[in-house]
């Protein structure tokens, strides 16, 4: 069973930064695919940003809205999934779910939510003047 556990959420100003991260626990990190996805009220879950293995290397994917401000980085040995969230805007307001699935996928499914079996609680994210 797989266990994720996700923190650093809060209240920032806009421009400000945060990092949020999700604990991994029950299967090695290294051999699954990781994502993250988010909610706003009103909104469906949606992704933004993942990494899978594709071939021998480490692939990372982002959403448009989040490329160039957000990175998503994993510490194997500490079983951790990091995502980095710089230049942070009153859209980026949401609850953020950490999602894992089994083994590699392809490029376009990492973004799919449907291929990932396991999920966090969400921490919420809040950017306000």
């Known amino acids: 069973q797989v266990h994720l556990v996700e923190s650093g959420g809060g209240l920032v100003q806009p421009g400000d930064s945060l990092r949020l991260a999700c604990v991994h626990s029950g299967r090695p990190v290294s051999t699954m695919t990781m994502a993250w996805f988010r909610q706003a009220p009103g909104k469906e879950r949606g992704f933004v940003a993942g990494?899978?293995?594709?071939?021998?290397?480490?692939?990372?994917f982002y959403s448009d809205s989040v490329k160039g401000r957000f990175t998503i980085s994993r510490d194997n040995a500490e079983s951790t999934v990091y995502l980095q969230m710089d230049s942070l805007k009153p859209e980026d307001t949401a609850v953020y779910y950490c999602?894992?699935?089994?083994?590699?996928?392809?490029?376009?499914?990492?973004?799919?939510?449907?291929?990932?079996?396991?999920w966090g609680q969400g921490t919420q994210v809040t950017v306000s003047s």
């Open positions: 999602a894992a699935a089994p083994g590699a996928v392809t490029r376009q499914s990492v973004r799919d939510k449907r291929i990932y079996n396991y």
């Open positions: 990494t899978t293995r594709l071939g021998g290397n480490t692939g990372t």
